[in-house]
């Protein structure tokens, strides 16, 4: 069955970096865009950053754009985002989504909290 | 920049119909897709290309679209209804942008 895990989240402070990291399994990844979508506390979905299937193409919303960078390795079926310049605004739990084309998501990971606070 | 409205609440007793809206210019030109949220969980893909049901979704959860103006609609409600319902799309500024609507809350009386 389709799983994924993000992990990475925690507690950084203002300024500060975090890599996130899904770890995928039971579909063949290197096939898909996998997307990261966040959600602040209490708040709705936010959608952040999305990459081919290949890596070749990454999009990232304007909230993120300068800021977070995602990134895949398909020999490990893995998916990254590495967060620089963290704002308190970037407290979120982070989910990992495959994408179907055009543009949804049919498997979502559990999410990993991220914290910016001092 | 462009949105998705949905209403922030909707109450229906079991049983009854419920039925949420999702608003937007560009949906007569996009396909929308629902997700449920239910508290502490990931969300979970309800319906696609408007009206389309994933498998594993029961017969009672459907999708109607009219104009600028799609819906959810959820026949026969149950307690385990009881969720956020987001709806999504994208623009056509060609840009990939995704869009979540604000999400409504379902509550079953």
């Known amino acids: 069955q389709v799983e994924l895990v993000e992990s990475g989240g925690g507690l950084v402070k203002p300024g500060g970096s975090l890599r996130l990291s899904c770890a995928a399994s039971?579909?063949?990844?290197?096939?898909?865009?996998i997307s990261w979508i966040r959600q602040a506390p209490g708040k709705g979905l936010e959608w952040i950053s999305y990459i081919s299937s290949s890596g070749s193409s990454t999009y990232h919303a304007d909230s993120v754009k300068g800021r977070f960078t995602i990134s895949r390795d398909n020999a490990k079926n893995s998916l990254y985002l590495q967060m620089n310049s963290l704002r308190a605004e970037d407290t979120a739990v982070y989910y990992c989504?495959?994408?179907?084309?055009?543009?949804?998501?049919?498997?979502w990971g559990q999410g990993t909290l991220v914290t910016v606070s001092s | 920049s462009y949105e998705l409205t949905q209403p922030p609440s909707v109450s229906v007793s079991p049983g009854q119909t419920a039925r949420i809206t999702c608003s937007g210019d560009a949906l007569p030109k996009q396909y929308t897709y629902w997700y449920q949220q239910k508290p502490g969980q990931a969300p979970v893909l309800v319906m696609y290309?408007?009206?389309e049901r994933p498998s594993g979704i029961p017969g009672r959860f459907s999708g109607f679209s009219s104009g600028t103006t799609v819906t959810l609609i959820i026949s026969g409600v149950r307690a385990e209804d009881e969720a956020d319902y987001y709806c999504?799309?994208?623009?056509?500024?060609?840009?990939?942008?995704?869009?979540f609507g604000g999400g409504t809350k379902l509550t079953v009386l």
């Open positions: 999504q799309s994208g623009d056509t500024s060609g840009t990939s942008n995704v869009v």
């Open positions: 039971g579909f063949t990844f290197s096939d898909n865009y």
């Open positions: 290309k408007d009206s």
């Open positions: 989504a495959r994408q179907q084309l055009p543009a949804y998501f049919d498997y």
